[in-house]
């Protein structure tokens, strides 16, 4: 059986049944997020900055009027 036979019998399921398949597949591949850059790290401490003071977490309308301040 091809992968395009299998993806056809896939998409074929009942939206639940693709569901629990696409989420078994998932699990079944080994971690693929790395942290050699520690974009992964940063993206915890901030997020854990923000938790910890809401006050901080600014909208992206606000974002994007501030970067494009800076372009200016």
Do not use: C, F, W, Y
């Not at 896939?10 to 079944?28: G, H, K, Y």
């Not at 942290?35 to 974002?63: F, K, N, V």
Request: proline residues 4%.
């Amino acid at each position: 059986m091809t992968i395009i036979e299998v993806e056809k019998l896939a998409l074929d399921l009942p939206e639940r049944e693709q569901a629990t398949l696409a989420a078994n597949l998932l699990n079944s591949l080994p971690g693929i997020l790395s942290d050699e850059d520690e974009g992964i790290a940063e993206a915890l401490r901030r997020d854990a900055e923000i938790e910890a003071d809401p006050a901080q977490d600014i909208s992206l309308a606000d974002l994007d009027s501030h970067i494009r301040g800076r372009l200016r």
